[in-house]
């Protein structure tokens, strides 16, 4: 049988990131996933829109998956509001499984009051609930409250972060940092940092949409295996390398593409059958 995982997230129809992108992940490491949907959201043209599931249905989906005492790990991803976001830490706040958070913040048609609020419900709710958070790097500047465009400043930012609860911090660094390298900044629970850095891609179209969801979806599936956070996060690094590598592009009008987390058993199959 393989172990459950569950992710609480939003769909994404183009299946770039959210909640398609978690369970491909889980699916390629052997785990049977699950879901539960806290938004649908639709690209047309370059119009984003965010359809929030209500109140209710969300809870309906928590009390249906929760009865289940076999879950290994949570992924929490895209929450749209405060209501849900107080929901699900109340739901989760005796879990005792690994819960990882990709604190994905979308402030869409959103004023500076509700912004706040959301960030505040973020930090204050879900980031003490997790066991390792992963924001980017303009994720980690508004959870952390500062400017982030250094080495040291992604070691500040995650130590800033970390106070609020003794988890595993990763400050995604991504294209955004300057230099040639993607580098990735982990403070552990021990209070101790380790650096991961890779060549950063180089594509006429990076296909990087969904990279965020995939890299801590595959977080999750490692921490159901039974990794520790060092493996689990380096693990993760090389899936999503390859996730963007051997990226989809969907058509030519959309300025990305996404990732593809098959990527990482496609060239393990072509390395073993040379």
Known sequence: ?????????????????????????????????????????TVIDDAVDIHVVPLNVLSQQLSSVLVLSDIAAIKIGFVPNIEAIELIAQRLKHVTIPIILDPVMVFKETNR???????????????????????????????????????????????????????????????????????DVV???????????????????????????????????????????QEAITNAKEFVYHAIKQGITLNQTLPVGTVWPGANRYCHDSRTNR
Do not use: W
């Not at 950063?200 to 295996?225: D, E, P, R, V, W």
């Open 1 to 41: 049988m393989p172990k459950k995982v569950l992710t609480i997230a939003g769909s994404d129809s183009l299946s770039g990131g959210g909640l398609q992108a978690d369970l491909a992940t889980f699916n390629e490491y052997g785990l049977f996933g699950l879901s539960i949907i806290t938004s649908i959201v």
């Open 113 to 183: 009051t509700e912004m706040q609020g959301l960030l505040r419900a973020i930090r204050e709710q879900l980031v003490p609930l997790a066991t390792v958070v992963t924001p980017n790097l303009i994720e980690a500047e508004l959870l952390a409250d500062q400017s982030i465009e250094t080495l040291d400043d992604m070691k500040h930012a995650a130590q800033q972060i970390k106070s609020v609860a003794g988890q595993t911090i990763v400050i995604k660094g991504g294209n955004r940092l300057a230099g040639h390298d993607a580098v």
């Open 187 to 229: 403070l552990d629970e021990d209070n101790r940092y380790f650096i991961l850095s890779q060549d950063k891609i180089k594509q006429s179209l990076l296909c990087n949409n969904g990279a965020g969801c995939t890299f801590a979806a595959s977080i999750t599936a490692n921490y159901a295996i039974g990794a520790n956070a």
